[in-house]
């Protein structure tokens, strides 16, 4: 059974740093991409990053690019995403999601999710 | 960037009625890279139909997706009491970026 489950949500205050953390389960953790959506409360789903499963490609929306990265650990098969100079639009859930086709790191839909975790960025 | 707009914002319909859910987007999009996702209040979504008319494992066949070029839908052909949710379309074609609509709602009349 895949499962994906974040963790590391919390508030923050303008300008500061946040380390999100995806645990996975149940699929080939070097063949898929992941990804990161998030969604500011209230409103839609916005993409935010993906990472290839063993290109190491990274893809990142501009309202982030520069101030996010994504990385993988193989070995716990863990997603982290890593927030810094944070704003507070950067308010939302944040989830991880798997892509549905192998190899492709955004040519995909996405087939499972986590739960999400919350940032909250306020002073 | 392809932008993904969704018609209308909000569908209010009795269990039993048919929705049609509409995806408009920006530029034309390969068939094979749009997808529908469910998303019920305080849930994770939940893929529906990818490649605009392939349901998702799981999926019941109420929900089924068709379109081509920058015209896609999405219908339900009899509400079930679990289908009020909030649907959203996604294209994959043009990524990146990956895009979104904003969203339809479909509630209880």
């Not at chain 1, 508030?11 to 998030?38: D, E, H, I, K, M």
């Not at chain 1, 969604?39 to 996010?68: H, I, M």
């Not at chain 2, 929705?19 to 530029?27: E, G």
């Not at chain 2, 494992?57 to 109420?62: C, E, F, L, S």
Request: a neutral charge; glycine letters at 10%.
């Amino acid at each position: 059974e895949v499962q994906l489950l974040e963790s590391g949500g919390s508030l923050v205050q303008p300008g500061g740093s946040l380390r999100l953390s995806c645990a996975t389960s149940g699929f080939n953790f070097n063949r898929y991409a992941l990804s990161w959506v998030r969604q500011a409360p209230g409103k839609g789903l916005e993409w935010v990053t993906s990472t290839g499963g063993s290109s190491g490609t990274s893809y990142f929306a501009d309202s982030v690019a520069g101030r996010f990265t994504i990385s993988r650990d193989t070995s716990n098969n863990t997603l982290f995403l890593h927030m810094t100079s944070l704003r507070v639009e950067d308010t939302a859930v944040y989830y991880c999601a798997k892509a549905r086709n192998p190899v492709v790191v955004t040519a995909t839909p996405f087939d499972f999710w986590g739960q999400g975790t919350l940032v909250t960025v306020s002073s | 960037e392809i932008v993904l707009t969704q018609s209308p914002g909000t569908l209010s319909l009795s269990p039993g009625e048919r929705a049609t859910l509409s995806c408009r987007a920006s530029q034309t999009v390969s068939s094979n890279y749009l997808a529908w996702y469910q998303q019920k209040p305080g849930q994770a979504p939940r893929l529906l139909i990818y490649g605009t008319s392939n349901r998702a494992t799981g999926i019941p066949d109420r929900f089924s997706g068709s379109g081509s070029g920058t015209d896609f839908t999405l219908t339900i052909s009899r509400l079930e009491p679990e289908d009020f949710a909030v649907y959203y379309c996604h294209q994959h074609h043009i990524a990146p970026p990956v895009t979104f609509g904003g969203g339809t709602k479909v509630e209880i009349k």
